[in-house]
C-alpha cells in the first residue's frame, strides 16, 4: 500500500519507514499537519500514519480538512504517547481510524497494516461493484428510453420531450415542427417478405431519419410499427419541408424492393407536417394529430410524398 507517513520526529519517521519498507510497503514522508494535507492531496495514499502533536498544523486539525474535502475515504490512524480514552475519543471524532501508541511496537503496526490493507480490499472491490451497478443503471435508464429495434427513441420519451418543447417553445414563442412518418404499404411489404425483412427494412428507414436530423435539438423517434415521428424544435414551416423532401427522396434512393407495392417497385415514405407556435391551447397530442390528419391525407392522395397540414383545403 501507499503510506502517507507524517511525524514530526525525525528518529521516529525513519524507524517507522524503515519497518513499513520492510513490510513491502511505499512510504510518503511528512512533518506536519500541513504538509500530510499537502502530500495527501499530492499523492493519494491508501492510508495515512499521523502525529497527533505536531507543528504547524496539528494531526487533529489535518484529519478534520482531510474529511472535510476529500473525495474518496482513506483510513487515518493517529500515532501518539497519550493514549487516554478522551484522546482516543477527540481523534476518531476528528476523522480518525485508530490509535497507535508510541513508541510504535513493530508487531502490532504490523497487525494494523494487515487489518487496513484487508479493509482497502474490500473497499476497491466495493466500489467496483457500486460502479458497475452505476453504469448498468444508467444504461438501463437509457434503455428504457430507446426503441430496441432500431435505436430511435420510443414512444414513451418522445411523449415527454414532446410535451417539454411545446413548453419550452411557448416561453420562448419559438415555431414547433412535428413530422409524421409511414412507410407505404408497409403490411404488404411484411406479408411477402416476411418479418425479419420487415425489420430490417424499418431499420434502414429509421438510419436515414437518424442521419437526416443532425441537429442535437431534433428527436427521431419510432411512433410504433411502421410509423415514426421527427420533433424539431425552432424550426420553420420551410425548413421543415425541405427536411421531410430530403428523407422521402433519400428513401426512395435506399431502393428497397416492394414487389407488392401500387406505389412503386421500392420501398417509400408518406409524411405530414404540422408547424406552429405553441400556445395553451395547442398541446404536444394536439401536434401529433394534426400531423397525422396532414400524413392521411398525403397515404388518401396517391402516397410516397410530403404532405404540411397548412396546406390542406
Not at 163 to 187: G, Y
Request: charged residues 30%.
Amino acid at each position: 500500500m501507499k503510506v502517507l507517513l507524517v511525524d514530526d520526529s525525525p528518529v521516529d519517521r525513519v524507524i517507522s519507514e524503515a519497518f513499513l519498507l520492510e513490510l513491502g510497503h511505499e512510504v510518503i514522508l511528512g512533518e506536519n499537519g500541513q504538509q500530510a494535507l499537502e502530500l495527501y492531496r499530492e499523492h493519494d495514499p491508501d492510508i495515512i500514519l499521523m502525529d497527533e502533536v505536531m507543528p504547524v498544523m496539528r494531526g487533529h486539525e489535518a484529519a478534520k480538512a482531510i474529511r472535510a474535502h476529500e473525495d474518496n475515504w482513506v483510513p487515518i490512524i493517529f500515532l501518539s504517547a497519550r493514549f487516554t480514552a478522551e484522546d482516543i475519543t477527540a481523534g476518531i471524532d476528528a476523522g480518525g481510524d485508530d490509535y497507535l501508541a508510541k513508541p510504535l511496537d513493530q508487531q502490532v503496526l504490523a497487525a494494523k497494516m494487515k487489518a487496513m490493507e484487508r479493509i482497502s480490499k474490500m473497499r476497491q472491490r466495493l466500489l467496483e461493484v457500486s460502479e458497475a451497478l452505476e453504469s448498468a443503471n444508467v444504461e438501463l435508464k437509457r434503455l428504457a428510453d430507446v426503441d430496441g429495434l432500431t435505436g430511435l427513441a420510443n414512444r414513451r420519451y418522445m411523449d415527454r420531450f414532446l410535451s417539454h418543447e411545446v413548453a419550452r417553445c411557448s416561453r420562448n414563442q419559438e415555431p414547433l415542427t412535428v413530422i409524421m412518418c409511414d412507410i407505404d404499404e408497409f403490411k404488404r411489404y411484411n406479408d411477402f417478405y416476411g418479418h425479419l425483412k420487415g425489420d430490417d427494412c424499418i431499420k434502414m428507414i429509421a438510419n436515414t431519419l437518424m442521419s437526416s436530423s443532425k441537429r442535437a435539438t431534433d428527436l427521431a423517434a419510432r411512433f410504433g410499427g411502421e410509423e415514426f415521428a421527427l420533433i424539431l424544435p425552432n424550426t420553420t414551416e420551410a425548413d421543415a419541408i425541405g427536411l421531410a423532401e430530403n428523407i422521402r427522396k433519400k428513401v426512395e434512393e435506399l431502393d428497397i424492393m416492394h414487389e407488392k407495392s401500387s406505389v412503386k417497385d421500392c420501398v417509400t415514405l408518406s409524411m405530414g407536417i404540422y408547424n406552429d407556435v405553441p400556445t395553451k391551447m395547442l398541446r404536444g397530442e394536439d401536434y401529433l394529430n394534426l400531423a397525422d390528419k396532414a400524413l392521411y391525407h398525403a397515404k388518401q392522395t396517391g402516397r410516397n410524398k410530403v404532405v404540411n397540414y397548412s396546406d390542406i383545403d
